[in-house]
């Protein structure tokens, strides 16, 4: 069965300095994608990066990077240079199969970045 | 390009009123449908979803259920609500392994 694990119910860091959000799953499929979204206070989900099992490199998307571990499950969000517009909910996620249509997530992590 | 649809934003309905939630999406065929729900403070929970007219799968046994009349419609209903069906419920839809957005959620409250 699918699992998603966000261990870090909440996260501090200073304006300006890297941040790194952890995300673990689980799954027997071969074949599955790996998302982030960003929650703000507003409650939109915000779709930030992906990550496909096949992909050789690890995602990126301007001060997004995955830093994708296939061997230890691991699907870890790092965000460059923080600023306060970062403060939000950040949910890990995971699609599993070829086109597959059940995406399952993580409980979150609350990221607050500091002035 | 794709655009997702969904109201209203903000409900309040009594204990044992019906409920309809209605999302709909433009700009692309054969979509996959969801129904999310998120508690206050809590991840995201998927509630039912479908690959396709009239068909619906249900993940979580509840007060809910789910319909698609239309192939980009879907609907998510309930013949008296709960208190416990108080909470953030978000549509998507998906195509393939990577195209997928959120609506803006409806924010429920059941007193």
């Known amino acids: 069965a699918q699992k998603i694990t966000q261990t870090q119910p909440g996260m501090f860091v200073q304006e300006k300095e890297a941040v790194t959000l952890d995300c673990t799953y689980d799954t027997s499929d071969p074949s599955y994608g790996l998302f982030w979204y960003k929650q703000p206070s507003s409650g939109e989900m915000i779709f930030l990066i992906y990550?496909?099992?096949?992909?050789?490199q690890n995602a990126t998307e301007g001060r997004y990077s995955l830093n994708f571990q296939k061997a230890r499950k691991s699907a870890n969000l790092v965000i460059s240079a923080s600023q306060l517009g970062d403060s939000a909910m950040y949910f890990c996620?995971?699609?599993?199969?070829?086109?597959?249509?059940?995406?399952?997530f993580g409980a979150g992590t609350r990221l607050f970045v500091k002035a | 390009s794709q655009t997702i649809h969904q109201w209203p934003a903000t409900l309040v309905q009594p204990v044992g009123s019906p409920l309809s939630l209605e999302c709909t999406v433009e700009g692309t065929s054969n979509p996959n449908l969801y129904w999310y729900r998120q508690a206050a403070g809590r991840g995201l929970q998927l509630l039912f979803y479908?690959?396709?007219?009239?068909?619906i799968s249900s993940e979580v046994p509840q007060n809910l259920s789910a319909s698609r009349p239309q192939d980009r419609q879907f609907i998510l209903s309930s013949k008296k609500l709960l208190l416990s069906d108080s909470g953030f419920y978000l549509c998507?839809?998906?195509?393939?392994?990577?195209?997928?957005?959120f609506g803006s959620g409806t924010r429920l409250t059941v007193v």
């Open positions: 990550q496909g099992s096949y992909d050789q």
């Open positions: 996620a995971m699609r599993e199969g070829v086109g597959g249509f059940k995406t399952i």
């Open positions: 998507a839809w998906s195509v393939g392994d990577q195209d997928s957005s």
């Open positions: 479908s690959v396709g007219i009239g068909q």
